[in-house]
């Protein structure tokens, strides 16, 4: 079992920047492809950032590419996601979630979930 705890959701201006933390514990962090959805309400989960075990690979897709990135540290058990100039289309709740596997769009290949930490931007 990995347990996964969000933190570092709030309320920021459109242009501004946050960053969320996911602190992992259980087994091994290191092992795990790490990622970080979000979902608004009556929307899908969707993906909007995947980091590979070592943190060599990323991805993202384009409706955040530029502006977000994904880092983790395997020494601290904790995955980041840095979002700049944060835009009315991305408030949510944002959801950290680690698979034992390659990255993958779809939420429902991850095995592990966070809480999620809600984002609001105001205008």
């Known amino acids: 079992q990995v347990q996964l705890v969000e933190s570092g959701g709030g309320l920021v201006q459109a242009g501004g920047s946050l960053r969320l933390s996911c602190a992992a514990s259980?087994?091994?962090?290191?092992?795990?492809?790490m990622a970080w959805f979000r979902q608004a309400p009556g929307d899908d989960r969707d993906f909007v950032a995947g980091?590979?075990?070592?943190?060599?690979?990323?991805y993202y897709p384009d409706s955040v590419k530029g502006r977000f990135t994904i880092s983790r540290d395997n020494v601290k058990n904790t995955v980041y996601l840095q979002m700049n100039n944060l835009q009315p289309e991305d408030p949510a709740v944002y959801y950290c979630?680690?698979?034992?596997?390659?990255?993958?769009?779809?939420?429902?290949?991850?095995?592990?979930w966070g809480q999620g930490t809600q984002i609001t931007v105001s205008s």
């Open positions: 979630a680690a698979r034992f596997g390659p990255y993958r769009l779809g939420p429902a290949v991850y095995d592990f």
């Open positions: 259980g087994r091994t962090f290191s092992g795990y492809t």
């Open positions: 980091i590979n075990w070592s943190g060599g690979n990323t």
